[in-house]
C-alpha cells in the first residue's frame, strides 16, 4: 500500500514561532487531507487540500501531488496548537484512506 | 447542534464479550464515517456510510467486526466475539459531503478495553 511519511515526529516551539510539518506520500494521491489531534483526543478537520495552497488563519497548507508533498504551516504559534498533526491521503490505485503517524506538536509559554 | 455524539465514552469488557458502540452524526449529514485509533496502528478508517449504505468496508479488520446504519441519525459499529487486540479509541465522524472528503466533524470517541 501507499506509504505516508511525517516529520519531523516531533517539535517543541516556542510560543510565538512559526513551524513547518511535511507530509510524504509513496504513490499518486486523489486527496489529502490534514487532522489535528488536540492534548485531550478530540480530533478536528483543519484543511482538504488534495492540490494547491489553503489558509485558514494562522494555518495554511500547500500541496504539490505531482512531487507527492503537502506541507502544513504555522505561524505565531500558540499553546492551544499543541497536539498532533495527522496527513491522511486517498490512494489513487486502491482509493483506500492512508494515515501518517503524525507530527507531535508542544508549543510552550 | 450537539455534535457528533458517541456512546459510551469509555467501555471495559472481558475477552469474548459482544461489544457494540453507538454514534449519532450531525443532523442533515449524509456521510459517516468510522474510525480507530491504536499505538501500533495509528489511525484507521473501518467503514464509511453514505446516505445509509456501506461504501468503503474495506478497512473493517475482520468478521468480528460489523457495522450498521439503520438510518440517518444512528449507526453502530459491532465486535463480536471482542479480543484485547480491540482495545482502542474508536472515532465517529460525519459529513455533508459524498465520499471520504469534505470537513469531517468527529465525535468525542469510545475508549474500549477489552481484558
Known amino acids: 500500500g501507499i506509504q505516508v511519511e511525517q516529520s519531523p515526529p516531533d517539535l517543541i516551539l516556542q510560543e510565538g514561532a512559526n513551524s513547518t510539518l511535511r507530509c510524504n506520500f509513496s504513490?499518486?494521491?486523489?486527496?489529502l487531507q490534514w487532522f489535528h489531534q488536540n492534548p485531550w483526543g478530540q480530533l478536528i478537520n483543519l484543511f482538504y487540500?488534495?492540490?494547491g495552497t489553503k489558509q485558514n488563519g494562522r494555518l495554511s497548507a500547500t500541496t504539490v501531488a505531482t512531487e507527492r508533498y503537502s506541507l502544513l504551516y504555522i505561524s505565531s504559534s500558540q499553546t492551544t496548537d499543541s497536539g498532533v498533526y495527522f496527513c491522511?491521503?486517498?490512494?489513487?490505485?486502491?482509493?483506500?484512506?492512508?494515515f501518517g503517524k503524525g507530527n507531535q506538536v508542544v508549543v510552550i509559554p | 447542534d450537539a455534535g457528533v455524539i458517541q456512546s459510551p465514552r469509555h467501555e471495559v469488557t472481558e475477552m469474548g464479550q459482544e461489544v457494540t458502540l453507538r454514534c449519532k452524526p450531525i443532523?442533515?449529514?449524509?456521510?459517516l464515517f468510522w474510525y480507530r485509533q491504536t499505538m501500533m496502528r495509528g489511525l484507521e478508517l473501518l467503514i464509511y456510510?453514505?446516505?445509509?449504505?456501506?461504501?468503503?468496508d474495506s478497512g473493517m479488520p475482520e468478521d468480528r467486526f460489523s457495522a450498521k446504519m439503520p438510518n440517518a441519525s444512528f449507526s453502530t459499529l459491532k465486535i463480536q466475539p471482542s479480543e484485547p487486540r480491540d482495545s482502542a479509541v474508536y472515532f465517529c465522524?460525519?459529513?455533508?459531503?459524498?465520499?471520504?472528503?469534505?470537513?469531517?466533524?468527529f465525535g468525542p470517541g469510545t475508549r474500549l478495553l477489552v481484558l
Open positions: 465522524a460525519s459529513t455533508s459531503g459524498t465520499g471520504k472528503w469534505g470537513t469531517q466533524y
Open positions: 504513490d499518486s494521491v486523489n486527496n
Open positions: 487540500i488534495p492540490s
Open positions: 491522511a491521503v486517498e490512494h489513487e490505485g486502491n482509493n483506500r484512506l492512508a
Open positions: 443532523s442533515g449529514h449524509n456521510s
Open positions: 456510510f453514505n446516505n445509509n449504505v456501506p461504501i468503503d
